[in-house]
């Protein structure tokens, strides 16, 4: 169980900045758009101790500014090493869907075979 | 700011304050710990605007987010640096004040020691205290009885202190008149400050309802056992009466967080 939350940081860490890159967000809009691309079998505010982390490694900064509803709202937005990190996890992640596919793949097409004889 | 601190559920507001108490008490900065609020604060306005459920947000246990969210969060040595120094001060002038309606200034090693352990266990006690009452979802009676238990612990640490006094031999110091007299100006300018630093009496009116009883009925008639009760009577009985006024003022500002 933990193991598989610890993956899914992972990853969402990897869509969050990416999100993050394509435009400055806050916090509310970047649930809502993981929400539409089909995360949403995870609690929103799980997004906040992750920025809270990416905070801390630099990978994003963050500034007020004044929102027409209200308090002001933190927006984040990509730092160069948080770049870096985004082209890192591309990499990571193509190789490992490559693998996993390769995987996938080859065995059931195998096993399918195999079960045929 | 003006017009937008509104519409949240209880349950929301609740939850971003004990998040605060639990942050404070894990020794969280103080300037994160707002942000870190504040952005929740927005967020969960937001949702409960489309219709979101606080579950939906922070998921099935508070306490699981609250230690999520910590565990991203630095300790705040620095600040706690200035605060314990003040804090054991603060319990040093309660003890000293008391004491010099008796007389000059003698305490042996023992004691001194004693108070410094003393009150790093009662700060411990408290951060702890306020960690579990804030992240775990207790009735009023459970949450009563564990503040109860860290509201007396420090006295049954003195009188476990005073009993070891009176076993163990240990060196004594003697403070003189003129040290007493140093060290009574000393405690009073940092009870002065602190009181107006912190704009509240809690302090002065703590010592005073601790020594001032003792010392008016040493002027009575009455045995010393009598004395006694009747002084800690009046003490404990003016402390319920403050707490119970503050916590009157407190409930009508309470509803605004940071």
């Known amino acids: 169980m933990s193991t598989t939350t610890q993956m899914m940081k992972g990853i ?59 308090p002001k709202r933190k927006y984040y937005s990509l730092t160069e090493k948080g770049e870096e990190e985004l082209r890192d996890f591309l990499e990571r992640w193509n190789y490992l869907q490559t693998s996993v596919n390769n995987v996938l793949n080859h065995e059931t097409v195998t096993r399918r075979s195999g079960n045929d004889d | 700011m003006i017009k937008q601190k509104v519409e949240l559920s209880e349950k929301s507001r609740k939850f971003l304050e004990d998040l605060h108490v639990y942050l404070f008490s894990s020794g969280k900065n103080e300037k994160e710990m707002k942000e870190i609020v504040e952005e929740l604060e927005d967020h969960f306005v937001e949702a409960e605007k489309n219709g979101k459920s606080i579950e939906h947000i922070i998921g099935q246990s508070p306490k699981n987010y ?12 620095k600040a706690w640096f200035k605060y314990i120094p003040l804090i054991i001060t603060g319990a040093f002038s309660f003890i000293i004040i008391s004491d010099l309606f008796k007389g ?11 108070f410094i352990v003393i009150v790093g266990i009662f700060l411990e006690g408290t951060s702890i205290s306020f960690r579990y009452v804030s992240a775990n979802d207790l009735n009023r009676k459970k949450e009563f009885s ?45 009870l002065t ?39 800690t009577l009046i003490t404990f009985a003016g402390i319920a009466i403050y707490l119970l006024i503050i916590s009157r003022t407190d409930k009508s500002k309470r509803i605004k967080l940071p």
């Not at chain 1, 999100?19 to 649930?31: S, T, W």
């Not at chain 1, 920025?51 to 004044?66: A, G, I, N, W």
């Not at chain 2, 000059?104 to 004693?114: K, M, N, P, R």
């Open chain 2, 193 to 231: 400050a602190f009181s107006i630093w912190t704009r509240s009496w809690v302090l002065i009116i703590f010592i005073a309802l601790l020594s001032l009883p003792n010392f008016f009925l040493s002027f009575t008639a009455l045995t010393e056992s009598a004395r006694l009760m009747t002084g």
């Open chain 1, 12 to 70: 969402l860490d990897g869509c969050l900045l990416a999100i993050i890159k394509n435009k400055e967000v806050y916090g509310y809009e970047l649930a809502e758009k993981l929400a539409d691309y089909g995360f949403d079998n995870f609690s929103e505010g799980t997004i906040y101790p992750l920025l809270l982390r990416m905070q801390k490694e630099s990978f994003v900064t963050s500034t007020l500014k004044k929102s027409t509803a209200g």
């Open chain 2, 104 to 114: 000059t200034l003698t305490y042996s090693l023992l004691e001194i020691v004693g």
């Open chain 2, 66 to 77: 609250m230690d999520e969210i910590s565990a991203e969060m630095p300790v705040d040595y």
């Open chain 2, 146 to 190: 564990i503040l109860f238990i860290l509201g007396m612990l420090p006295m049954i640490l003195f009188l476990a202190l005073i009993l070891l006094n009176s076993t163990i031999e240990t060196p004594i110091v003697h403070f003189g008149i003129t040290g007493t007299v140093i060290i009574a100006i000393i405690a009073f300018i940092f």
